[in-house]
């Protein structure tokens, strides 16, 4: 009886897992990350770098939607996304694509990273318009590449540290900044921040330019109202969503919580316990990375 019941929560588990996975990195997904984490070959982040610890957590799933939420209140950003991304008719692709380019830069190998960077520095080149107020914007403006990069390392960040596995000390923290700013110099950002004091120093500059707009409120509504999920998930989703909005700075969740339903507007006790509910499923269903290929090994002497 009790292999019988080990059984079936093995079972239970491994779909879980699988379900999860496949909607976040998509049906190439398992192919891709055998790929990203064995091909032999030098990275830009040894195994010990805080980046790898970060971006390996589960915690990431909270993290990455309190980052779209924040980056939404940018109008030049959020315009570019809404006229460019196709986030609402193919909105797991994008996350696929999101997802791979973050596992791509962190944990594969340097060639790869560099491919990845390569390939979304041409897509960014081509992105060009107007915003409804007639102001031009490109999303290959390092000012905006930059917003870009601080919100996801500023939702990440804050992520790991209240629901990750092992939190970082604060010296781990300013060396994530360092390690996330080489993927955003590679792709154009200015001067992205590498310390937590410069991280702030940078949010508190761009917030004049912060706001919520009729695109950011059809986003929020779009990403917490009405995600695209089966009626199983909807439950586990409401509760990340609502540990997503708590995680947002302050000035930030008043802006987002507008347009947030009910249940995405928990008092954050409630919130905080739901994230870290939710937190631990996803970490318990995911299966395990594959082993790492080995190092190179050093040139013979001559």
Same mark, same amino acid.
């Given at each position: 009886?009790?292999?019988?019941?080990?059984?079936?929560?093995?079972?239970?588990?491994?779909?879980?897992? /699988?379900?999860?996975?496949?909607?976040?990195?998509?049906?190439?997904?398992?192919?891709?990350?055998?790929?990203?984490?064995?091909?032999?070959?030098?990275?830009?982040?040894?195994?010990?770098?805080?980046?790898?610890?970060?971006?390996?957590?589960?915690?990431?799933?909270?993290?990455?939607?309190?980052?779209?939420?924040?980056? @939404?209140?940018?109008?030049?950003?959020?315009?570019?996304?809404?006229?460019?991304?196709?986030?609402?008719?193919?909105?797991?692709?994008?996350?696929?694509?999101?997802?791979?380019?973050?596992?791509?830069?962190?944990?594969?190998?340097?060639?790869?990273?560099?491919?990845?960077?390569?390939?979304?520095?041409?897509?960014?080149?081509?992105?060009?318009?107007?915003?409804?107020?007639?102001?031009?914007?490109?999303?290959?403006?390092? /000012?905006?590449?930059?917003?870009?990069?601080?919100?996801?390392?500023?939702?990440?960040?804050?992520?790991?540290?209240?629901?990750?596995?092992?939190?970082?000390?604060?010296?781990?923290?300013?060396?994530?900044?360092?390690?996330?700013?080489?993927?955003?110099?590679?792709?154009?950002?200015?001067?992205?921040? /590498?310390?937590?004091?410069?991280?702030?120093?940078?949010?508190?500059?761009?917030?004049?330019?912060?706001?919520?707009?009729?695109? @950011?409120?059809?986003?929020?509504?779009?990403?917490?109202?009405?995600?695209?999920?089966?009626?199983?998930?909807?439950?586990?989703?409401?509760?990340?969503?609502?540990?997503?909005?708590?995680?947002?700075?302050?000035?930030?969740?008043?802006?987002?919580? /507008?347009?947030?339903?009910?249940?995405?507007?928990?008092?954050?006790?409630?919130?905080?316990?739901?994230?870290?509910?939710?937190?631990?499923?996803?970490?318990?269903?995911?299966?395990?990375?594959?082993?790492?290929?080995?190092?190179?090994?050093?040139?013979?002497?001559?």
């Amino acid at each position: 009886m009790a292999r019988a019941r080990a059984t079936t929560v093995q079972r239970i588990r491994r779909q879980a897992g /699988e379900a999860v996975f496949l909607r976040v990195a998509g049906p190439d997904g398992p192919r891709n990350r055998a790929r990203i984490h064995t091909t032999p070959g030098p990275r830009w982040f040894a195994p010990d770098r805080p980046v790898r610890r970060v971006h390996g957590d589960a915690s990431m799933f909270v993290g990455g939607l309190a980052a779209l939420l924040l980056q @939404s209140l940018h109008p030049l950003a959020m315009a570019a996304v809404a006229a460019h991304s196709g986030y609402r008719g193919d909105p797991w692709g994008r996350l696929n694509r999101t997802s791979t380019f973050l596992a791509v830069t962190t944990f594969g190998t340097s060639a790869d990273a560099e491919a990845a960077v390569t390939l979304v520095r041409e897509v960014h080149a081509r992105v060009r318009g107007r915003t409804a107020d007639g102001v031009p914007y490109r999303a290959d403006d390092p /000012e905006l590449l930059t917003w870009v990069h601080i919100a996801e390392a500023d939702c990440f960040l804050r992520a790991h540290q209240r629901y990750g596995r092992r939190p970082l000390d604060a010296a781990g923290c300013d060396a994530y900044l360092a390690d996330t700013a080489r993927v955003a110099r590679a792709l154009g950002a200015d001067r992205p921040p /590498e310390s937590v004091r410069e991280l702030a120093l940078r949010m508190a500059r761009y917030r004049p330019d912060l706001r919520p707009t009729a695109a @950011s409120r059809d986003t929020a509504r779009f990403l917490l109202s009405d995600p695209p999920l089966p009626g199983a998930a909807r439950l586990p989703y409401a509760l990340l969503a609502a540990a997503a909005v708590d995680l947002l700075p302050p000035w930030a969740r008043s802006a987002v919580a /507008e347009d947030a339903p009910a249940a995405a507007r928990m008092p954050p006790p409630a919130a905080r316990a739901g994230g870290h509910a939710v937190t631990r499923a996803i970490r318990w269903a995911l299966p395990p990375a594959p082993p790492a290929a080995p190092p190179p090994l050093p040139p013979l002497p001559d």
